[in-house]
C-alpha cells in the first residue's frame, strides 16, 4: 500500500520561507514522477511543481517560479518543497502526489495524471 505523508507546514509571515517534505512508504522507491499541489478555500486543487525522481527534472508552475524548489532525496525515499519569498496567495492546503512507476520521464501539473496522495498540510501566509 503506497503511502505519502506531509510535514513542514505551518504559519509564516510574507518574505518568509517554509520547507515541506513528503515521505513516501509502502513500494519501492523506483522512478516515478512527483508533485505538489495546492488548494485554496472556493479553488480548484493546482500542480505548483513536479520532479521526475528517475533523471532529478523539475517542472514548476509560473505562479512560484523562482521561488519554490522542489528537489528528492531517494535514500530517505523524500520529496521537499522549499518554499521561499511566500506570499499570502500561496495560503493553501499543499498535497503531495505520486504517479506509478514510470521508465520515463514525464513531468505533471495535471492532478488526474497522480495515482497516490498525501492528506495534506496547511499553509498559511499573513500580510
Known amino acids: 500500500q503506497v503511502q505519502l505523508a506531509e510535514s513542514g507546514g505551518g504559519s509564516v509571515q510574507a518574505g518568509g520561507s517554509l520547507r515541506l517534505s513528503c515521505a513516501a512508504s509502502g513500494y519501492t522507491y523506483t522512478s516515478r514522477t512527483m508533485g505538489w499541489f495546492r488548494q485554496a478555500p472556493g479553488k480548484e486543487r493546482e500542480g505548483v511543481a513536479t520532479?521526475?525522481?528517475?533523471?532529478?527534472?523539475?517542472y514548476y508552475d509560473d505562479s512560484v517560479k523562482g521561488r519554490f524548489t522542489i528537489s528528492q532525496d531517494n535514500v530517505k525515499k523524500t520529496v521537499y518543497l522549499q518554499m521561499d519569498k511566500l506570499k499570502p496567495e500561496d495560503t493553501a492546503m499543499y498535497y503531495c502526489?505520486?504517479?506509478?512507476?514510470?521508465?520515463?520521464?514525464?513531468?505533471?501539473?495535471?492532478?488526474?495524471?497522480?495515482?497516490?496522495w498525501g492528506q495534506g498540510i496547511q499553509v498559511t501566509v499573513s500580510s
Open positions: 502526489a505520486a504517479t506509478g512507476p514510470r521508465t520515463s520521464l514525464g513531468l505533471f501539473l495535471n492532478a488526474k495524471s497522480y495515482d497516490y
Open positions: 520532479i521526475y525522481t528517475g533523471y532529478g527534472d523539475t
